[in-house]
């Protein structure tokens, strides 16, 4: 999971890349980031984001940018909005690297793109142009399409174009993402969401919210619709949950208490729709708490399983909101339940 502040180098190109604001600190909404480069490979060629509108500022240099067949010379201070789906490509107009911000919204998985792309670089596996692997390329690509591509020839004849490819490219160990330049790549056909946030409130009131799932449909709206438990939260305990959210679908799951360190550290299995774990750590802040959710799930429901290579970036979106309503319920509800 990408943070603020955190810094991203290519040692083939030269560029260097800074988060500025991330998923987990918009709730999904937006991803926000400061790129020193020159202009090259995918970017200065036709493309489109299917689901994203992308925003161009300068802030040292020159940009070029071609919007739905309109150019601009872009420099300092100066923006570019592209709404989704527009087609639109950057090109140089200066020898020397430009440093420019760029904001997608929402952000679906773009921080794990950017983080396997770098990673690569900086272990040496890349051309001379900073470019992976044909193999490599079309892995990812399988997987990010919806991030970022061509708008020629149509979507399905690229994805058909580039399967075999993909599939060939799996079966040499090729993957998507790597959790050693991610925490959100998980292994295949897993989920890994990490999310953090500040409630002010107590760490024991916070605690005391998340442990005892029944209280969910009172903090956690829209998305908990009903949750029963076998009884006090505690070690071992179980409880069942119905949930949705912004996607047409329910999820149903039991969860098991797997570990239970009041006021600091809960950890739960799951299984149902949804199989995995989750682990919440709570660390006391300046009379309030930092909240850190490590979420590993694998999709057992058959509509989500079967649409996931296509739609994974749409499902982490889906994620983002129903946190963001958990962000927005969580503290008030602590803050009434502390005295």
Not at 146 to 157: I, N, T
Not at 186 to 200: H, Q, T
Request: with cysteine.
């Amino acid at each position: 999971m990408a943070r603020a502040g955190d810094v991203l180098e290519n040692p083939a190109t030269g560029d260097r890349l800074v988060f500025l604001r991330t998923a987990a600190e918009t709730g999904g909404e937006e991803l926000q980031y400061e790129l020193e480069f020159v202009p090259r490979g995918f970017a200065i060629r036709d493309h489109l984001h299917p689901r994203q509108a992308e925003c161009h500022e300068v802030l040292e240099g020159s940009l070029g940018i071609v919007v739905a067949g309109r150019e601009r010379r872009l420099g300092p201070g100066e923006v570019e909005d592209v709404p989704v789906g527009t087609r639109h490509r950057i090109f140089a107009t200066q020898e020397a690297p430009i440093r420019a911000r760029f904001a997608l919204r929402p952000a679906l998985e773009s921080e794990v793109l950017l983080e396997t792309l770098f990673g690569l670089a900086r272990d040496g596996k890349v051309d001379a142009k900073g470019n992976p692997s044909p193999l490599q390329l079309a892995v990812i690509f399988s997987e990010f399409a919806e991030l970022g591509r061509p708008p020629k020839p149509p979507p399905g004849v690229q994805k058909a174009m580039f399967a075999p490819f993909a599939a060939l490219g799996r079966a040499r160990g090729y993957r998507a993402s790597y959790p050693e330049y991610s925490e959100g790549a998980g292994r295949p056909g897993e989920y890994v969401f990490i999310d953090e946030w500040d409630v002010d409130a107590p760490p024991e009131a916070v605690f005391d919210a998340l442990a005892d799932a029944t209280t969910y449909p009172k903090w956690w709206r829209p998305v908990y619709i009903d949750t029963t438990s076998d009884g006090p939260p505690g070690l071992g305990r179980t409880s069942k949950q119905h949930f949705k959210g912004r996607l047409p679908y329910h999820l149903h799951t039991r969860s098991t208490i797997t570990r239970f360190e009041r006021p600091t550290v809960l950890g739960a299995d799951v299984e149902g729709d949804l199989r995995g774990r989750g682990l919440w750590t709570l660390t006391p802040l300046d009379g309030g708490t930092h909240v850190h959710f490590d979420w590993r799930v694998n999709a057992e429901k058959p509509i989500v399983r079967a649409l996931t290579p296509v739609l994974r970036p749409l499902f982490r979106w889906n994620h983002a909101w129903a946190i963001a309503r958990a962000q927005a319920g969580l503290e008030p509800y602590a803050r009434r339940h502390s005295a």
